[in-house]
């Protein structure tokens, strides 16, 4: 069983950057891959970022790339998404979730959720 907590949301101009945390509770939070996800105002929730147990590997959304940075400390029990040049578009409820694998952008791969932080972006 793996409890999830997100912070780190707000409002932000465009062009400025925020770091969502998520905070997770169970022994086996290592050996999870862990996973963004946002819902934007009429929309689905869709896939941002994963990064694998280890760190050692990340895939993004494309419309993401190069802006956004997943990362994790599995000492912390903490995984991050490091959010630069926002843009009104980004606005959004961001989750974190755990899968069994990596690789996967499936919300039903997806296990555990967070109840999610809210990202809102200002032009």
């Known amino acids: 069983q793996v409890q999830l907590v997100e912070s780190g949301g707000g409002l932000v101009q465009a062009g400025g950057s925020l770091r969502l945390s998520c905070a997770a509770s169970g022994r086996t939070f290592s050996s999870y891959a862990m996973g963004w996800f946002r819902r934007a105002p009429g929309k689905e929730r869709e896939f941002v970022a994963t990064i694998s147990w280890s760190g050692g590997r990340t895939y993004y959304a494309d419309s993401v790339k190069g802006r956004f940075t997943i990362s994790r400390d599995n000492a912390e029990n903490t995984v991050y998404l490091q959010m630069n040049s926002l843009k009104p578009e980004d606005t959004a409820v961001y989750y974190c979730?755990?899968?069994?694998?990596?690789?996967?952008?499936?919300?039903?791969?997806?296990?555990?959720w967070g109840q999610g932080t809210q990202v809102t972006v200002s032009s």
């Open positions: 979730a755990a899968a069994r694998s990596f690789g996967t952008t499936r919300r039903g791969d997806y296990e555990y």
